[in-house]
C-alpha cells in the first residue's frame, strides 16, 4: 500500500485527518494564481480538449516545472497522475 492509498483510508476513517500530501505549498498556490488570473492561458488551456492534444500538452507543461530527474520516480509521478484522474473521476 502506498501514501496515497493509505492516507485515503485514514481520511476515510477519521474525517478530521488532514491528509499531508494534499496541502498546497505557495509555489503551487502562485502558480495557480497565475494561471487563474491570465484570461489568455485560461482559453489557450481550455482548448486542450482531446486526447490527441494531451501528450504535447503535458509535455509542454512539464518541462516548465523545476523537477530534477534524480529527485522523482517515474513510479511516483505515475501513482501522482493516476491518483489526481481518479479523484475528478476519470475512468481506467
Do not use: H
Amino acid at each position: 500500500m502506498n501514501k496515497n492509498k493509505l492516507f485515503f483510508l485514514m481520511e476515510k476513517i477519521n474525517p478530521d485527518f488532514k491528509n499531508p500530501l494534499n496541502e498546497v505549498s505557495s509555489d503551487v498556490e502562485s502558480m495557480e494564481d497565475t494561471m487563474n488570473s491570465n484570461p489568455t492561458l485560461r482559453i489557450k488551456n481550455s482548448r486542450i480538449n482531446n486526447p490527441q492534444e494531451f501528450k504535447s500538452a503535458f509535455e509542454a507543461w512539464f518541462n516548465t516545472l523545476g523537477l530534477d530527474p534524480n529527485k522523482i520516480s517515474i513510479g511516483r509521478i505515475k501513482a501522482d497522475i493516476d491518483d489526481i484522474l481518479r479523484r475528478k473521476g476519470y475512468n481506467q
